[in-house]
């Protein structure tokens, strides 16, 4: 059995196969290291590209009510911007029951 292993890695093609093999397996420049790299990098990038779709349809939602109407645009104006009309006063109620106490 160890001979006729032995006689197959001697035959020139196989021994050539073997090393090409290993060669694209662990030195060339598109090794497996490489790849898995490269494969991790793809997922981070797609969960990236997920995350700005999402914010891509939250701007175009806005971008809707900003070209809607005047009452739509009053809206947003008032409520985001804190856009108030020169004879109005704006309260701002900020909840502190989340922040820690002074001593």
Same mark, same amino acid.
Not at 15 to 33: P, Q, R, S
Not at 35 to 52: C, H, S, T, V
């Given at each position: ?41 793809? @997922?981070?990038? !797609? &969960?990236? %590209? ?6 891509? #349809? ?7 009510? /900003?070209?809607?109407?005047? @009452?739509?645009? !009053? &809206?947003? %104006? ?6 108030? #009309? ?7 109620? /900020? ?6 106490? !002074? &001593?």
């Amino acid at each position: 059995m160890k001979n006729r292993i032995l006689s197959y890695l001697g035959n020139f093609y196989v021994a050539t196969g073997l090393f090409m093999l290993g060669w694209m397996t662990l030195v060339d420049a598109n090794d497996l290291i490489t790849q898995f790299d490269n494969w991790i990098k793809l @997922r981070e990038l !797609e &969960k990236e %590209a997920a995350i700005y779709q999402q914010q891509i #349809k939250e701007v175009q939602v806005e971008r809707k009510e /900003v070209l809607g109407t005047d @009452r739509l645009r !009053e &809206k947003l %104006a008032r409520e985001k911007y804190l856009m108030k #009309k020169p004879t109005e006063d704006i309260f701002v109620i /900020v909840d502190e029951s989340n922040e820690p106490l !002074e &001593k």
